[in-house]
């Protein structure tokens, strides 16, 4: 039987989905509410992802209950909408996901050198 530790942090270092990824991106550089997060995250996929509401607000949901983000009080409350930061933790996390990406691309163009040579 495995230790619990262990499962989590397995759990931990899982590869994020792409709706994950790019939620984390986007507010990596300022808060944002739901309709501007989806507008970001279709302009830094290049109109390849359109994420839905439901898909947003689930991923937004676990992402509060992970505590990688939280609200974020903002001045202009007049139209009610919710905001979100990214917490320490999340930009852990995010990093930690590129650092993997980088690794991942650089061993793939390593062996895609070796077959061409």
């Not at 530790?5 to 509410?33: C, F, G, W, Y």
């Not at 939280?70 to 933790?89: G, H, I, M, N, V």
């Amino acid at each position: 039987m495995r230790p619990v530790a262990q499962r989590h942090d397995a759990e931990e270092n899982k590869p994020l989905t792409e709706p994950v990824l790019l939620i984390l991106m986007s507010l990596s550089d300022q808060p944002r509410h739901g309709y501007a997060l989806i507008q970001d995250i279709e302009a830094l996929s290049h109109g390849r992802v359109r994420i839905s509401t439901g898909t947003l607000y689930g991923a937004l949901r676990r992402l509060l209950e992970d505590r990688w983000i939280e609200r974020f009080e903002q001045e202009d409350t007049a139209r009610e909408k919710q905001a979100y930061k990214l917490t320490p933790a999340g930009r852990k996390r995010l990093h930690l996901e590129l650092d993997r990406m980088k690794q991942l691309t650089r061993a793939a163009a390593a062996r895609q050198r070796t077959r061409e040579a």
